[in-house]
C-alpha cells in the first residue's frame, strides 16, 4: 500500500456531482478510433466532458470489463485517470486507474479512493488486470485496462479525470471547472432493448 498524499494534495481528485447522465453508445467507432489503434471493443462513447473518450468491451460470460480511456491531460505533464464507484455516484468510494509519464514511461497506478480525507495508492476493491498506457499521436493519453465487475452487471457509476502534474510521484489536484465537476455518469453495460411496437394487422381488400 502506498502511503497518503501529501497535506496539500489531499483536495479531492475527483469531486461530487449529484447530476448523472447515461452516455450514448457510438454506433460508428470509426470516428472514435484510437490514436494507438492496439485492441478493438465493441462499443464506444464520447464522454460529455474533457474531451474524453471510452472504449469497452463487456464479457457477461465472466464478469469482465476492458476498457481504453482517452483524453488529454490538463497540461504537459499530467495525468488522466478513469474510475469506478461500487458504492456511490461521487469521488469517495472510486475505485481509480490513473496514468501519467513517469521518467519518459507510461505508467498505470491504482487509488481506493475510500474517503475525501484518505487518497491512498493501493489495492482496488476489485480485480484488475493488463494496465498499460500510452501517449498518442494527438496529444491524448490512452489507458487500457481489465476489471472484475459485479455478476450480472448492467451498469456501473464512472467517474473520469484530468490533472496537471505530477509531484513526489502524486498526482496534483485537478481543476475546479465545470467540465472537470461534470465528469461522472452511467455506464450501461447492458442495452435495454425498447418493446417494438405490434405491427398493424393486414387490412382486408373489398372488391366492389
Same mark, same amino acid.
Request: glycine fraction near 6%.
Given at each position: 500500500m502506498g502511503s497518503l498524499f501529501t497535506p496539500p494534495l489531499l483536495l479531492p481528485?475527483?469531486?461530487?456531482? #449529484?447530476? =448523472?447522465? %447515461?452516455? $450514448?453508445? %457510438? $454506433?460508428?467507432? +470509426?470516428? =472514435?478510433?484510437?490514436?494507438?489503434?492496439?485492441? &478493438?471493443? +465493441?462499443?464506444? $462513447?464520447?464522454?460529455p466532458t474533457l474531451n474524453a473518450t471510452l472504449h469497452f468491451t463487456y464479457n457477461a460470460t465472466n464478469s469482465s470489463l476492458s476498457i481504453a480511456f482517452s483524453a488529454p491531460p490538463a497540461k504537459a505533464g499530467g495525468w488522466i485517470a478513469w474510475a469506478v464507484n461500487p458504492t456511490g455516484t461521487g469521488m469517495a468510494g472510486s475505485q481509480t486507474l490513473l496514468a501519467f509519464k513517469n521518467n519518459g514511461s507510461m505508467v498505470v497506478k491504482t487509488y481506493n479512493i475510500s474517503s475525501y480525507s484518505s487518497i491512498v495508492e493501493g489495492k482496488l476493491s476489485f480485480d484488475v488486470w493488463d494496465l498499460e498506457a500510452e501517449a498518442g499521436s494527438d496529444g491524448k493519453m490512452i489507458l487500457y485496462g481489465s476489471l472484475k465487475v459485479e455478476e450480472s452487471a448492467e451498469k456501473l457509476n464512472q467517474v473520469w479525470q484530468v490533472g496537471p502534474g505530477i509531484a513526489d510521484?502524486?498526482?496534483?489536484?485537478?481543476?475546479?471547472?465545470?467540465?472537470? #465537476?461534470? %465528469?461522472?455518469? @452511467? #455506464? &450501461? =453495460?447492458? @442495452?435495454? #432493448? $425498447?418493446? +417494438? %411496437?405490434?405491427?398493424?394487422?393486414? &387490412?382486408?381488400?373489398?372488391?366492389?
Open positions: 481528485l475527483f469531486c461530487l456531482c #449529484l447530476t =448523472l447522465f %447515461s452516455p $450514448t453508445h %457510438s $454506433t460508428d467507432c +470509426s470516428s =472514435l478510433k484510437l490514436s494507438g489503434g492496439k485492441k &478493438q471493443y +465493441s462499443n464506444c $462513447t464520447h464522454l510521484g502524486h498526482p496534483m489536484k485537478h481543476e475546479f471547472d465545470k467540465a472537470n #465537476l461534470g %465528469s461522472v455518469g @452511467e #455506464l &450501461q =453495460l447492458v @442495452e435495454k #432493448l $425498447t418493446p +417494438s %411496437s405490434p405491427s398493424p394487422s393486414p &387490412q382486408a381488400f373489398r372488391v366492389t
